[in-house]
């Protein structure tokens, strides 16, 4: 995405892709990659977090933000993203799919800054921050960071518009926080399809390492969400964000769980509306949402 642009031209194109070629695409064959590789870098924002003008708050609106539960688990989140992704991106041997990885660690590394910029021009005062290293294996913390991403955004895109909505975020604060929303949104776009194109393009005799590597990758999630709603922390530092145990009650005023859920699932195809349909859904999460609201008078 060219600088010159406009911030809002800068958006659109964000939220609005269409791959060149027409026709139906192969999922794994070597067009997929380059499908889903064009569409994180063409549409990547080349804002500034050091040049955002922060809006002035009102009292009442300043207490409700500082008071969230949720900055050190946010910065920390971003902290461990951005390692995992750039050590992944550097072991990975394709050129454009190199680039496209190493460019979504750089906006993983950005969304700190946005985080951090905002902590201080708020006066919000985080715990220290533990050491980010390297991961041993590069493959596993990608995938991790790439499912919890896929996880969290989703009730994440729900909550940010309930908070919209009920009026906790101020206007000019969601204005200004949008476009890292939406950066999820193209991260996790991204990420679906790289699991489906890295899989299939694996000989068949690899296939279920990378099944049992996957079910690992869910397990330790589920593990550490399980843990954080009982209030666990087994390192001593804050984990993966778990958004909606920590701000749900506080940023929905009030609002049910179908309601949620399906405000989520809204979100979800809104906020992938835009990108070229041949592209793959994250629909694990979206499935299960779908099912529980079923069940939920």
């Known amino acids: 995405m060219s600088d010159t642009l406009t911030p809002a031209e800068a958006d659109h194109a964000m939220r609005h892709w269409s791959y060149g070629s027409t026709?139906?695409?192969q999922i794994g064959s070597l067009q997929h990659k380059r499908m889903f590789c064009e569409m994180l870098l063409t549409t990547h924002n080349p804002y500034k977090p050091a040049v955002i003008d922060w809006p002035a708050l009102a009292p009442a609106a300043l207490r409700r933000i500082t008071s969230l539960p949720i900055w050190d688990i946010a910065v920390q989140t971003e902290g461990r993203a951005s390692i995992r992704?750039?050590?992944y991106a550097a072991s990975v041997h394709d050129p454009l799919l190199r680039e496209a990885i190493t460019m979504n660690g750089?906006?993983?590394?950005?969304?700190?800054?946005?985080?951090?910029?905002?902590?201080?021009?708020?006066?919000?005062?985080?715990?220290?921050?533990?050491?980010?290293?390297?991961?041993?294996?590069?493959?596993?913390?990608?995938?991790?960071?790439?499912?919890?991403?896929?996880?969290?955004?989703?009730?994440?895109?729900?909550?940010?518009?309930?908070?919209?909505?009920?009026?906790?975020?101020?206007?000019?604060?969601?204005?200004?926080?949008e476009p890292v929303i939406q950066e999820e949104a193209r991260h996790i776009l991204f990420f679906a399809n790289w699991v489906a194109w890295y899989r299939r393009s694996l000989p068949w005799y690899k296939r279920p390492w990378f099944f049992m590597k996957t079910a690992s990758v869910w397990f330790s999630l589920i593990r550490d969400r399980i843990s954080l709603a009982r209030g666990f922390d087994t390192s001593g530092a804050a984990q993966d964000m778990n958004f909606p145990a920590n701000v749900g009650d506080s940023v929905g005023g009030g609002i049910s769980a179908k309601a949620l859920i399906e405000l989520c699932l809204t979100e979800n195809e809104r906020r992938m509306g835009g990108y070229d349909a041949r592209l793959l859904r994250p629909t694990t999460v979206p499935w299960l949402a779908g099912i529980a609201r079923r069940f939920i008078k």
């Open 23 to 25: 026709g139906k695409i």
């Open 85 to 87: 992704v750039s050590t």
């Open 106 to 177: 750089a906006e993983e590394a950005r969304h700190k800054i946005v985080l951090s910029k905002l902590v201080q021009a708020y006066g919000i005062e985080l715990a220290p921050e533990p050491p980010y290293p390297a991961p041993d294996d590069a493959l596993r913390a990608w995938m991790l960071t790439g499912y919890s991403e896929c996880i969290d955004s989703f009730f994440a895109f729900g909550l940010f518009e309930a908070a919209k909505q009920t009026g906790y975020f101020p206007g000019e604060l969601v204005e200004t926080f």
